[in-house]
């Protein structure tokens, strides 16, 4: 089955520091691509979509200017936690729905995610 | 908006139990219904996925089926293993909702041997 993959799957950073995940679709294009973060116990939260060629879209109460997405090509998006602090410790994941598919219906496939630590 | 409401945890069930987790949603239109697995360490994975009223979504011995009467995608599995000890999470997308997936609060499930 389709592949998503990020990367690194742990990270562990000083408060003020800037953080970059990366989303790969590892056997199939993706213009679009969701992040997610998921705080323990929780339920997935959305938090913005990532579109290839064109600036990303936020959830509201989302802060653009603190997580920078960027959709470099139709297998990558990163997002970047600038100045990040200990509330931005979660556990962020990726989703992609293969290109070409039926909007709305199909399958769309996760990353393992990332666990990012704030010191 | 678009919701979903599932069963609150934790689940603790005894090996070969039957299985039932509810979940009922809030969408207009059409939307799609998706059960996913969240196993421990691991990422999100489709378990089973209903496109349309009256489909039956089955995989791995679970079945759901998607009841438009009830706006309802209830999880069942017949006789339950060790195995199946993770967390499921009821979704759904929509052509109105550009394909972004709503996710229920999750429901923690864990077998006895």
């Known amino acids: 089955g389709a592949v998503v993959s990020q990367h690194p799957s742990w990270v562990i950073c000083k408060s003020g520091t800037s953080v970059k995940i990366e989303c790969r679709s590892l056997?199939?294009?993706?213009?679009?691509m969701f992040w997610y973060r998921q705080f323990p116990k929780q339920s997935l939260m959305l938090m913005a979509t990532?579109?290839?060629?064109?600036?990303?879209?936020?959830e509201q109460g989302v802060e653009k200017d603190k997580f920078l997405i960027n959709h470099a090509s139709l297998t990558l998006s990163t997002l970047t936690v600038t100045s990040a602090h200990p509330e931005d410790s979660s556990f962020y994941i990726c989703?992609?729905?293969?290109?070409?598919?039926?909007?709305?219906?199909?399958?769309?496939?996760f990353g393992p995610g990332t666990r990012l630590t704030v010191l | 908006g678009n919701s979903v409401t599932q069963m609150e945890g934790p689940v603790t069930l005894s090996e070969e139990a039957f299985l039932t987790i509810n979940c009922t949603y809030t969408?207009?239109?059409?939307?799609?219904l998706f059960w996913y697995v969240q196993y421990p360490g691991e990422g999100l994975q489709l378990l089973l996925k209903a496109t349309k009223a009256d489909d039956k979504g089955s995989n791995k011995g679970f079945e759901a089926t998607y009841r438009k009467e009830t706006t309802s995608f209830h999880l069942e599995k017949g006789s339950v293993q060790v195995s199946d000890s993770a967390v499921y999470f009821c979704?759904?997308?929509?052509?109105?909702?550009?394909?972004?997936?709503?996710f229920g609060s999750g429901t923690r499930l864990s077998i006895r041997p």
């Open positions: 969408a207009t239109g059409y939307p799609s």
């Open positions: 990532s579109n290839e060629g064109s600036k990303a879209t936020y």
């Open positions: 989703s992609a729905p293969p290109s070409g598919g039926e909007r709305g219906t199909d399958t769309q496939y």
């Open positions: 056997d199939f294009q993706a213009t679009t």
């Open positions: 979704a759904l997308t929509s052509y109105s909702s550009a394909s972004k997936i709503i």
